[in-house]
Structures are given as C-alpha cells and as structure tokens.
C-alpha cells in the first residue's frame, strides 16, 4: 500500500521557521512528482510546491516564493518543505501528495498524506 | 492565474438522488482537470483525473465530464458516505483549485 507520513508541524511566531517532513512507504518517492497543498482554517486547498521526478525541478506559489524551500532525501524516501519568514496567513494543515502522473509533480494527486498543522501565531 | 468556480456552494441532498457538481474556469484547461472529495479530518481522495476518467477503486457511481472551461461531476445515486466537500482543479497552468462545493444532507 502507498502511504506517505507528514511530521514538523505545530506552533511557531509569526517570523520564524519549521520544516515539514513528509516520509513515503510501499514506493520510491524520487521516481515520481511530489507536492505539498495546504488547507487554511475554515478555506480550500491551496497547492503550495512542487518537486519534479529525482529532484530536478522545484516549484512555488507566488505566496511562498522566496520563503519555502522544497527538497528530497532519497536515502530516507522522505520530501521536505523549509519554511522561513511564516506568516499568520501560512497558517493551515500541510499535506504532501503523489502525483498520478506528471513527472513535474504538477498534476492530479493520488496518494495523500494525513496532514500536520501549522499554527503561526504570538 | 487559472481561477476555479465551483456552484453551487452547498448542495442539500437526500440519499439516492442524482447530483451535478459543476466547475468553471476562467480560461480554458483543456481536460487537465481532477475531482476530489473532503471529509474533516481526512486528507482529499482523488476521484476523477482528466476531466473523465475514474482513478483506481472509485465507484461507478461518480462520473466527470467536460472540457476547455465547464466542467461537472455527477454522482448517479448518492450514498451516504457521499456526503462531504468535492474540489476541483486544474493543472494545465500551474495548479489551482476551486473553493468546493458542500454536499449535505437534505
């Protein structure tokens, strides 16, 4: 079964920095695209990054350029996301996500972890 | 950026009820369009990639059709596990989705 686990979350001041993890099992994570999306309190989803297939391309929305950072370990099969400077807006649940079939991780999602949240409040 | 409108936004329905969800984007993106389903606490289910076609172990019931800029999911006999948010989105330019339609009980 594919299953991917996200962990890092939790409460951070506006200013400061997580990093996401995001472990996958039952498939090698750098044979396909990844993303993470996020769901903000009470709002929809929100695509957020996106890593193509072995790493080669990353890939950020305009409200998080310059801030996070996407990367993959394939040694540990895990995705990451690096997030600097967050504001009380990046406040949402991160989800990673398999892409179905785009090698850029910029396509439709098929596998979908639980969920960490992020709260970025003082 | 592609904008994504979903109508309506809440959807009453009784079990066993044909029901349309439709999705509208503000320029065309081909057939380069998914389906998903939200229930609190769980994370989204992929039900319909390429405007039409089922992912893996999604009933029959659930459908998608569409192209270019109108889009709609139909579920021919709602079920009571069907109750939940359905989200579209694109991925022809980027990634955006809609902001989903509630379908509760009527």
């Known amino acids: 079964e594919l299953q991917l686990l996200e962990s890092g979350g939790g409460l951070v001041q506006p200013g400061g920095s997580l990093r996401l993890s995001c472990t996958a099992s039952?498939?090698?994570?750098?044979?396909?695209?990844m993303s993470w999306v996020r769901q903000t309190p009470g709002e929809g989803l929100e695509w957020v990054s996106g890593?193509?297939?072995?790493?080669?391309?990353?890939y950020y929305a305009d409200s998080v350029q310059g801030r996070f950072t996407i990367s993959g370990d394939k040694s540990k099969n895990t995705l990451f996301l690096q997030m600097n400077s967050l504001r009380a807006e990046d406040t949402a649940i991160y989800y990673c996500?398999?892409?179905?079939?785009?090698?850029?991780?910029?396509?439709?999602?098929?596998?979908w972890g639980q969920g960490t949240m992020v709260t970025v409040s003082s | 950026e592609v904008v994504m409108t979903q109508s309506p936004v809440t959807l009453s329905v009784s079990p066993g009820e044909r029901t349309i969800l439709s999705c509208r984007a503000s320029?065309?993106?081909?057939?380069?369009l998914a389906w998903y389903q939200k229930k609190p606490g769980q994370a989204p289910r992929l039900l319909i990639h390429?405007?039409?076609s089922r992912a893996t172990g999604i009933p029959a019931r659930f459908s998608g059709s569409g192209s270019g800029t109108e889009f709609t999911l139909t579920i021919s006999s709602l079920q009571s596990e069907d109750f939940a948010i359905y989200y579209c989105?694109?991925?022809?330019?980027?990634?955006?989705f809609g902001g989903g339609t509630k379908v509760e009980i009527k």
């Open positions: 890593l193509s297939v072995r790493g080669e391309y990353t």
């Open positions: 390429g405007a039409s």
């Open positions: 996500a398999k892409d179905a079939g785009y090698t850029s991780g910029l396509g439709s999602f098929d596998v």
């Open positions: 039952g498939f090698t994570l750098t044979t396909y695209g």
């Open positions: 989105q694109q991925y022809n330019s980027w990634l955006t």
């Open positions: 320029q065309s993106v081909n057939t380069n």
